[in-house]
Each structure stands twice: as structure tokens, then as C-alpha cells.
Nanobody
């Protein structure tokens, strides 16, 4: 079992910044990757960014150059720094654990955080 707790969402104006955090606990040693997904009502959950325990990362095209994923392995925490936010970044953001290899990320079914709302609006 793995528990994921997210924080850091909120309301921000276009062009602003937010930093999301997600701390994992439990049997995290089974997983070498962590990732952030987002979802808006009526749409599927989409990958935003993922990172391996070695620091390799990947991003959705829509956030490249604006978002940065990082992690602190000792604290079992992953961060998502979001800069230059756009209204279409508005979504519920979810943290996940999974496997990262061959430059791809595979989230583990059932292991999601509770989600944190990010709203970008003037």
C-alpha cells in the first residue's frame, strides 16, 4: 500500500506560478517513478510530468518550458513548479507512483493522491 498526499493548489492569475507537492508513504520501494496528472470534468486524466528516482523526467508538450518536476528521494516527495500559468492549465492535479523506464512512465493503478485544484483565472 502507498499513500499520497498532495498540497499547493489554489487560485492564481494568468502568468502566475504555483508549486505543488506530493509526499508518499508506505511501500514506496516498489516504485522508481512518480508523476503528476491532471483532469478536467469530462476528460481523461492526462500526464503532465513524471520523474524517475535517478532524476530522468518527461513532460507533456503543453507544459514544456513552463513546468518543472523534481523530487527529494529522502523525503519521498515530488514537486511540480508551474510557471507562466495559462487558463487552460486549470484542472485537478493528481500525484501518482509507478515505474519509469525507457523514457516512459507507467502509473500504478489505484495509487493516486486525493487531488488538488489549480484554477488559473483573472
Amino acid at each position: 500500500q502507498v499513500q499520497l498526499v498532495e498540497s499547493g493548489g489554489g487560485l492564481v492569475r494568468p502568468g502566475g506560478s504555483l508549486r505543488l507537492s506530493c509526499t508518499a508513504s508506505g511501500n514506496t520501494f516498489d516504485y522508481n517513478g512518480m508523476g503528476w496528472y491532471r483532469q478536467i470534468p469530462g476528460n481523461e486524466r492526462e500526464l503532465v510530468a513524471a520523474i524517475s528516482s535517478a532524476g530522468r523526467s518527461k513532460y507533456a508538450e503543453s507544459v514544456k518550458g513552463r513546468f518543472t518536476i523534481s523530487r527529494d528521494n529522502a523525503k519521498e516527495t515530488v514537486y511540480l513548479q508551474m510557471n507562466s500559468l495559462k487558463p487552460w492549465d486549470t484542472a485537478v492535479y493528481y500525484c501518482s507512483v509507478g515505474h519509469y523506464y525507457n523514457d516512459d512512465y507507467y502509473p500504478t493503478a489505484g495509487y493516486w493522491g486525493q487531488g488538488t485544484q489549480v484554477t488559473v483565472s483573472s
